[in-house]
């Protein structure tokens, strides 16, 4: 069994059902910390298919892409990573442009350093060998 994702008609990810249960569950998470839906849905009648809004799901996954690198508690950041690349590959995938551009998070630690760009940018290249279409 497999689920399958499609950002506004258009095929970007067909994992099988754990990783893409757990996607769609840390999603609903997530929505609270990026203070807008998810734009993920499901197809009435079929569990494993999940229609994304495209709009809807690049302002969330560009809220959580800014949490991400704002957020200078290491913690904080290594539970939003591997959730934020796999959104952000999905975007891509989907002719998303997330904006990712925001000051420091309330959350953060003094003194500790923000996420740069550059680690988002390895996990999406690595998740993107893995993630099948």
């Known amino acids: ?4 994702f499609s950002v506004d008609g258009h095929s970007v990810w067909n994992p099988s059902n754990g990783p893409g249960t757990l996607f769609t569950h840390l999603a609903e998470a997530l929505v ?3 203070g807008r839906p998810s734009g ?3 197809t009435p009648g079929d569990p494993d298919d999940h229609p994304i809004d495209g709009a809807a799901f690049a302002a969330f996954a560009g809220a959580l892409v800014a949490e991400y690198r704002a957020t200078s508690h290491p913690i904080q950041r290594a539970l939003l990573e591997g959730f934020v690349a796999t959104a952000a590959v999905l975007a891509r ?3 998303l442009v997330l904006d990712g551009s925001a000051g420091r998070s309330a959350r953060d630690i003094p003194g500790g350093g923000a996420a740069g760009p550059d680690r988002l940018a390895e996990l999406m290249a690595e998740y993107e060998r893995a993630m099948p279409v």
């Open 40 to 42: 993920i849905g499901v």
């Open 93 to 95: 995938r989907g002719g």
């Open 1 to 4: 069994m497999s689920q399958y």
């Open 32 to 34: 609270p910390l990026a």
